[in-house]
């Protein structure tokens, strides 16, 4: 009933967990039963270790949060030598965010997992990011240089391809398109929009890099419209993220067009939210005699 299925690989419910909002599966382990989610999508991964950016980079806004995380993470060889064995031991997909700074770097991070032993069934490809100085956003907001990665990273792998896209863009639909001609199983959308806040009394930024991205409930609006506008343009499957926190925003999404979605900002209060989202889901589809989760895939009814 909640089975879906992006390229050759089933997944045995649409629920996925976004990257940077639960670690490496290893952290969330005590929390969750990480066996009834459809899959973990990991921190962003690059190609040498980062520090990411002085505190404070984190701050809770009305129905969200700001982040400037700036990318912290152990770098690929680390991560595969002490995240990758962990994550293979799991009964649940993985797929593999990677994020860089040049194509080069995103090419490279790709190769070293292809040699690794992990059972990883794809990679997130993060254009997306706004809170690096160097990299990430750059390709997400530019077609050809999305057209051009994705081609390079397509000929560097057969397990599921899927292009993060950014809502910091003038047309998402074109860069979405753009991943499709290079050969993406998937767009994943949105990435965080940038914000920022200020406290009156010290009158600073409230995050070190003045700037961040904007997650949570605040933002699943402008993400549903985001799908919808996708869902006109491509025909690969689109992953859905943006506030979700609950069954109905995920039936929501699927609406709109999305074969699969990612729980991200909820995972900080609520990590084990999934599990209840199942059961609910379940429900609800039985109440209203739909047999298979996708029979609702962009069902929307727009008024023209
Ligand atoms: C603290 C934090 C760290 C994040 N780190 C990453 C990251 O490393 N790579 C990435 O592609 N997205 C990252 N994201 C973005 C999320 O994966 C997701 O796209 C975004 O938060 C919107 O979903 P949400 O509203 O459900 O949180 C991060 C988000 C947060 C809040």
Redesign the pocket.
């Known amino acids: 009933m909640l089975n879906v299925k992006i390229k050759d690989i089933k997944f045995n419910n649409p629920l996925l967990t976004?990257?940077?909002?639960f670690g490496y599966g290893d952290e969330v382990k005590s929390l969750t039963d990480l066996s009834k989610l459809g899959g973990i999508?990991t921190?962003?991964v690059t190609l040498e270790p980062r520090e990411g950016n002085p505190p404070p980079r984190?701050y809770e806004t009305t129905s969200?949060?700001l982040?400037s995380?700036g990318?912290a993470?152990v770098g690929i060889n680390t991560y595969c030598e002490q995240k990758l064995p962990f994550l293979n031991s799991l009964d649940t997909k993985i797929i593999i965010?990677i994020?860089g700074s040049s194509l080069d770097e995103y090419v490279k991070v790709l190769e070293k997992l292809e040699e690794s032993n992990g059972v990883h069934v794809g990679y997130?490809i993060?254009i997306?990011?706004p809170n690096v100085k160097k990299g990430g956003m750059q390709f997400g907001v530019d077609c050809s240089m999305t057209e051009q990665l994705t081609k390079r990273l397509r000929e560097k792998t057969d397990k599921l391809l899927i292009m993060?896209l950014s809502p910091n863009v003038t047309s998402i639909q074109e860069i979405a398109k753009a991943s499709e001609n290079g050969g993406a199983d998937a767009v994943s959308a949105?990435?965080?929009l940038v914000g920022a806040g200020i406290d009156i009394n010290t009158r600073k930024p409230v995050l070190n890099t003045t700037f961040g991205?904007l997650?949570?409930?605040a933002?699943?609006p402008i993400?549903i419209a985001n799908i919808l506008k996708i869902s006109k343009v491509v025909s690969i499957p689109i992953i859905g993220?943006?506030?979700?926190s609950n069954y109905k925003d995920v039936i929501e999404f699927i609406l709109a067009g999305a074969t699969m979605i990612?729980?991200?900002?909820?995972n900080?209060s609520q990590p084990h939210r999934n599990e209840e989202i199942l059961i609910q889901l379940k429900n609800w589809l039985n109440k209203n005699n739909i047999s298979q989760i996708m029979d609702l895939k962009g069902a929307v009814e727009c008024y023209s």
């Open positions: 976004a990257s940077g909002t999508v921190k962003s984190i969200g949060m982040n995380i990318l993470n965010n994020a997130e993060n997306s990011c993060k949105i990435n965080t991205g997650s949570g409930p933002i699943k993400a993220i943006g506030g979700i990612q729980l991200g900002t909820i900080f």
